[in-house]
């Protein structure tokens, strides 16, 4: 109500001294009846979410001598999706003090060493590192974890406490901006936030700075669904397993079995959203679906016979990264920059180093207070760079049917892997910043994505003419809604 009264145009405010009276008083008494919240509140950096890539960029600037205020409307995180990680991300969570021998010998994780892909037919193909990466000169860890997330949230949020991140339970409803620099924040509550540097980290469905800018997005497939579950089981592996549900002929659905404790597994269902809503649209609920589909296979189906999981998540997502991420004093980090697919095993490692590369942006140029404009766009290229690759090789290869029909399923598997992750090999090793460095580092990911964007071409150019479609219409019609909805 406040805020609509504050846009009563000021010429006629002045031509009636009883309206200007009447309006003085409402918010006199408005700001008394919330004194405690309305106070200005200075900081040195304003994080907006507090997921995962907020929490760990609030550690970040908070370590480079920076106080922080992080936003986030939830007090809790129940269930996250993102329980695997890809062989980067490690590292990455090293830097905020959290090992991997750590947190496996704390239960917040188990180790994963390979990944299995399992066929709608049975047959079954491992995949995994080659030993010789760990010899000299290469020193690569061949090891990565599979994460409790639950667990890794509190222990990053009580690391935050630990370095002096204050932490507001509330929900931003809108930004003070002049000429493209954000000078305050407010909140649901009546606080205003003022802060040299602003970092979105708000996550996909809020996206706040994409949507206040009304920055232009890449899509790559329909609005997806994941329904999960975590199962107590005694029989697991190191090793994440993902169950192809699809045949050749049609757009891929597929499941998940990832080991996130000793005794506990996440089990979950991923499908276009068309899909799910026709399951739904035959009355069958969340629980039913989820369900129906890991029953299709023999060892999923016993631990839905043996135990009832309390709850059933879900989430809808489009896989999409946003262009222009970076501004004069603020920054688009995690999902809300970029929003990856699960089957890439990429959001987490992306979400920690979007926070790790935004808080090294604002504490370099903590004093000059904007980022240079070179430094913005190297920025910018490597977020969109590099959610497009990803994004564009898991769907052109796995979910679309021409080259998965050329090659099987288990060589397209082998040909996906190799680039990706020699990808996020590179980019550890490398470590590019300055944007001569990102321009080379992409040009390869951009040569990469071409090539196989031509091979997809080709394959249905000459594969036969069939009423199968690699993306149904009604998905692409959804997908296109989403794309023009406005931010």
């Known amino acids: ?21 009447v309006l003085g008083k409402f918010r006199y008494l408005m700001a008394a009846e919330r004194q405690d919240h309305n106070a200005e509140l200075q900081a040195d950096a304003v994080v907006i979410g507090g997921g995962l890539a907020g929490q760990a960029a609030a550690i970040h600037l908070a370590r480079g001598g920076l106080r922080v205020v992080c936003l986030e409307p939830r007090e809790s995180f129940p269930q996250i999706i993102g329980e695997s990680l890809d062989w980067s991300a490690p590292q990455l969570f090293a830097q905020l ?47 990565t974890l599979h994460l409790d997330r639950q667990q890794v949230h509190e222990r990053l949020k009580q690391s935050a406490q630990a370095h002096g991140v204050r932490t507001l339970h509330e929900r931003v409803i809108g930004f003070e901006i002049c000429n493209r620099r954000i000078l305050s924040v407010a909140t649901a509550e009546g606080r205003s936030i ?16 994409g949507r206040e800018f009304k920055l232009s997005s890449v899509a790559y497939g329909p609005r997806k669904v994941a329904l999960w579950a975590h199962f107590p089981t005694q029989d697991w592996v190191e090793g994440t397993t993902l169950y192809m549900l699809s045949p050749e002929s049609e757009y891929m659905d597929w499941i998940w079995e990832i080991p ?32 129906g589909q890991i029953q299709r296979f023999s060892r999923l189906g016993t631990l839905v016979k043996e135990n009832t999981p309390q709850r059933v998540a879900a989430t809808s997502f489009l896989c999409r990264t946003y262009q ?32 790790a590369e935004s808080a090294s942006l604002v504490c370099k140029y903590r004093e000059r207070k904007t980022i240079p404009a070179l430094a913005r766009v190297a920025y910018n290229i490597r ?44 980019y550890s090793r490398v470590r590019p910043k300055r944007l001569l460095g990102s321009v080379l580092f992409c040009s390869s990911l951009v040569a990469l994505r071409a090539t196989v964007w031509m091979a997809s071409r080709l394959s249905r150019f ?26």
């Open 1 to 21: 109500m406040d805020a609509a009264l504050s846009r009563v145009p000021v010429a006629l405010l002045c031509s009636d001294p009883r309206l200007h009276a």
């Open 260 to 291: 996130i404790q000793p005794g506990v597994s996440s089990v979950g269902y991923v499908a276009p959203g068309s899909k799910v809503k026709a399951q739904r649209a035959n009355g069958l609920t969340n629980e039913d679906v989820l369900a």
């Open 383 to 426: 977020v969109m760079s590099v959610g497009r690759y990803f994004n564009s090789l898991i769907e052109k290869m796995f979910y679309e049917t021409h080259l998965r029909a050329r090659l099987g399923l288990f060589g397209i598997a082998r040909a996906y892997t190799v680039p990706a992750w020699l990808a996020n090999l590179a």
């Open 194 to 209: 003022r802060a040299p540097w602003f970092i979105d980290a708000s996550g996909a469905a809020a996206s706040l700075l």
């Open 324 to 355: 222009g991420v970076c501004g004069p004093n603020w920054i688009i980090i995690g999902e809300a920059a970029s929003q990856s697919d699960p089957i890439t095993g990429n959001g987490v490692t992306a979400a920690l180093r979007h926070a």
């Open 97 to 143: 003090g959290l090992t991997m021998e750590e947190l496996v010998a704390s239960g917040a994780a188990t180790f994963k060493r390979h990944i299995t892909v399992i066929s709608s037919d049975g047959s079954r193909e491992e995949f995994l590192p080659g030993a010789w990466l760990a010899e000299r000169p290469w020193n690569v860890e061949v090891r």
């Open 462 to 487: 000459f594969s036969p003419r069939s009423g199968n479609s690699p993306q149904p219409r009604d998905e692409r019609r959804e997908q296109h809604r989403a794309l023009q909805t406005p931010r």
